[in-house]
């Protein structure tokens, strides 16, 4: 069992940064591979960046390359999403997730899910 909590989300300018967490328990955090999904009103659950259990590799979505970096402590449990550049289309709720698994964008593969957390971006 897993449980993930977010936090770091907020209210941010456009061009302006933030850096979410996903705090994880238990003991076995480091053999989870894990993502961060988005979800902007009336649309879709999107998968913006996943990082294996080692932290050897790394996807992003088109929407957020260049801008967002993933990465992960596992000495502290705990996965990051640096976003820089932020856009008022990158307002949304954002997920962390955990994978035993699998690596991947959708949404299936994921275990365990955080309760999100609100990141808006104001023009």
């Known amino acids: 069992q897993v449980q993930l909590v977010e936090s770091g989300g907020g209210l941010v300018q456009t061009g302006g940064s933030l850096r979410l967490s996903c705090a994880a328990s238990?003991?076995?955090?480091?053999?989870?591979?894990m993502g961060w999904f988005r979800q902007a009103p009336g649309k879709e659950r999107e998968c913006i960046a996943t990082?294996?259990?080692?932290?050897?590799?790394?996807y992003y979505s088109d929407s957020v390359k260049g801008r967002f970096t993933i990465s992960r402590d596992n000495a502290k449990n705990t996965v990051y999403l640096r976003m820089n550049s932020l856009k008022p289309e990158d307002t949304a709720v954002y997920y962390c997730?955990?994978?035993?698994?699998?690596?991947?964008?959708?949404?299936?593969?994921?275990?365990?899910w955080g309760q999100g957390t609100q990141v808006t971006v104001s023009s």
């Open positions: 997730a955990a994978s035993r698994y699998g690596l991947g964008i959708d949404a299936r593969l994921y275990d365990y």
């Open positions: 990082i294996s259990w080692s932290g050897g590799s790394t």
């Open positions: 238990g003991r076995t955090f480091s053999s989870y591979n």
